[in-house]
């Protein structure tokens, strides 16, 4: 089972169906949801996604959903908490590459679990931080 971690972005348009996701990303998460990888998602993109529903940006559901996701133990999809060692983390994301702090939280996240990062940010892709997978 290969694991990623998801830009916030990404598990939205995962979860709406948007056509905007990748074809190699939309396969990652198409196999995650039958139990093929695992999908990191770092704490902050649920924080992201509470404000985009508040925002009328993303509807309830979506979110409903995707802590329904994680409810399940040992599931496909897991939180990844922020923690000291994401804080670590932090300080080799550039702020000049990568100035967004969500995005550099998420960044530092797939850095120090050393896994590659479902993203379409162009920023992030330019740092060159961590493995970017699109």
């Known amino acids: 089972m290969s694991r990623y971690v998801t830009d916030t972005h990404?598990?939205?348009w995962h979860l709406t169906g948007n056509s905007k996701l990748s074809v190699k990303a939309k396969d990652i998460f198409q196999n995650a949801d039958i139990g093929m990888h695992q999908i990191i998602i770092?704490?902050?993109v649920l924080i992201e996604m509470v404000y985009l529903?508040?925002?009328e940006r993303i509807h309830?559901?979506?979110?409903?959903?995707?802590l329904?996701?994680?409810?399940?133990?040992?599931?496909?999809?897991?939180?990844?908490?922020?923690n000291k060692e994401t804080v670590k983390a932090l300080q080799r994301i550039p702020r000049l590459e990568v100035p967004d702090m969500p995005d550099r939280i998420i960044t530092a996240t797939a850095y120090q679990l050393r896994l590659p990062l479902i993203?379409?940010?162009e920023k992030i892709k330019k740092s060159k931080t961590v493995k970017i997978i699109w």
Do not use: C, H, M, W
């Open 10 to 12: 990404a598990l939205i």
């Open 60 to 66: 309830n559901s979506s979110f409903d959903r995707i």
């Open 42 to 44: 770092p704490s902050i």
């Open 119 to 121: 993203t379409r940010d």
């Open 68 to 82: 329904q996701l994680l409810e399940n133990v040992n599931g496909s999809y897991e939180e990844s908490p922020l």
């Open 53 to 55: 529903v508040e925002k």
